[in-house]
């Protein structure tokens, strides 16, 4: 019975922690997990961090194969052209001529345009990979303050209270320390009768 307790308190307290780190802010990208899949059964349920990155890659996925597509046509039309304007040259066959200089100018701009789309699915590439960084950055620096948080929450209840108020904790942790002083104070009393 007491080890539940404890086990509630220190749920509460990492729970104050996720909420005073921000995490869990939007709802879409949170899972809940309940009483029922958490050891010791507590009435409370915690919010996890799921990534959902699949409507972006979609589009990605589409623009890349345009692209491809594009430069695959261009390629063929720009030397079918070309064969014909050479063949027309060996032969002199101005037939051949009117026939390819299309082929080939409508080549080079399907090429221009493939290349266009290749180059932005690269920039978007780039500016996504640029934001995960600091989206990951910033999780790292989150996970520092959280695992000091949790360093000094197992040190004297005192000590605790007074770092995690530099550093700027929440008034919840705060709260949560001072919590930890009084029942250290009551059973210091209460060893004393």
Excluded at 44 to 53: A, D, G, H, T, Y
Excluded at 158 to 179: C, I, R, T, V, W
Aim: proline share 3%; net charge negative.
């Amino acid at each position: 019975m007491l080890e539940d307790w404890e086990l509630e308190d220190e749920l509460n307290e990492a729970q104050q922690l996720v909420a005073s780190l921000g995490i869990g802010e939007q709802a879409d990208s949170v899972v809940r997990l309940d009483a029922a899949h958490v050891p010791g059964g507590t009435r409370e349920s915690i919010l996890v961090p799921r990534n959902s990155q699949a409507p972006k890659q979609n589009k990605s996925v589409q623009s890349s194969l345009f692209s491809w597509c594009m430069l695959s046509l261009g390629l063929m039309a720009f030397v079918f052209g070309a064969v014909l304007i050479g063949w027309s040259f060996a032969e002199d066959r101005p037939d051949l001529w009117r026939l390819g200089l299309p082929f080939t100018l409508g080549g080079q701009a399907a090429l221009i345009v493939g290349l266009v789309f290749q180059l932005d699915g690269l920039w978007r590439s780039n500016r996504q990979a640029a934001e995960t960084l600091d989206e990951l950055d910033s999780q790292l620096d989150e996970l520092r303050h959280a695992t000091s948080l949790l360093s000094t929450t197992h040190s004297n209840s005192a000590q605790s209270f007074y770092l995690h108020m530099a550093e700027g904790a929440s008034p919840n942790l705060l709260l949560a320390d001072l919590k930890g002083q009084l029942d250290l104070l009551a059973g210091r009393l209460a060893d004393k009768r």
